[in-house]
């Protein structure tokens, strides 16, 4: 069974820095694009960014360019998002979640349980 | 950038089915998913690619996609299936994954 684990959050004041990492396992990573999308309390579902299954091709949503930077270990297989210039906004639960395929544009298949971030001094 | 547009809420009796829509530019174009999210739990992706299941999910779940709307219908409505749905695309012109704001489904 797929298992994603979220880890990272916690509190942040404005302006500083976090790194998220999802640990990935029972399946093949690299095969994989893969997701972080978010959600403030509350709120609906928010895509923060995607990275292909080689790493090569990654988009992030236009509140975090810029700010946010997805990446992947497949040697750990695990994915991360450095967030940086941290904003009130950006508080909420993260998610990541295995796309069904290879293509960005797949949804998500299997998401993880969320790590939460609260930027606030 | 593109929009979806979900109603806030919807309710239905046991039994009862429930649609739930998804409104975007000629959004036939798309292939759209839908999610649901129980409260304090992680989103669940209930239909992929217009109309298709993944392995797991009851057929009283469906999904079809014409013109400016895409619709997932929910048959024979139980009291699991109130949660929140979201509808989702990805934007190729744009390269970004698109949410719409979510459906409170309510099973009265």
């Known amino acids: 069974q797929v298992h994603l684990v979220e880890s990272g959050g916690g509190v942040v004041q404005p302006g500083g820095s976090l790194r998220l990492s999802c640990a990935a396992s029972?399946?093949?990573?690299?095969?994989?694009?893969l997701h972080w999308v978010r959600q403030a309390p509350g709120k609906g579902l928010e895509w923060v960014a995607v990275i292909s299954y080689d790493g090569t091709k990654k988009y992030h949503a236009d509140s975090v360019k810029g700010r946010f930077t997805i990446s992947r270990d497949s040697s750990k297989n695990t994915l991360y998002v450095q967030m940086n210039s941290l904003k009130p906004e950006d508080s909420a639960v993260y998610y990541c979640a295995k796309a069904q395929g290879d293509y960005v544009g797949s949804p998500g298949d299997y998401w993880g349980q969320g790590t939460l971030v609260t930027v606030s001094s | 950038s593109y929009v979806l547009t979900q109603p806030p809420s919807v309710s239905v009796a046991p039994g009862q089915t429930a649609r739930i829509t998804c409104g975007g530019d000629?959004?036939?174009?798309?292939?759209v998913h839908w999610y649901r999210q129980r409260p304090g739990q992680a989103p669940v992706l209930v239909v992929y690619d217009d109309t298709d299941r993944p392995s797991g999910i009851p057929e009283r779940f469906s999904g079809s996609n014409s013109g400016n709307t895409a619709t997932l219908t929910i048959s024979r409505v139980e009291a699991g299936d109130e949660a929140d749905y979201y509808c989702q695309v990805w934007d190729s012109r744009s390269d970004h994954v698109v949410f719409g704001g979510g459906t409170k489904v309510t099973v009265l």
């Open positions: 029972e399946f093949t990573f690299s095969n994989y694009a």
């Open positions: 000629d959004i036939r174009t798309k292939g």
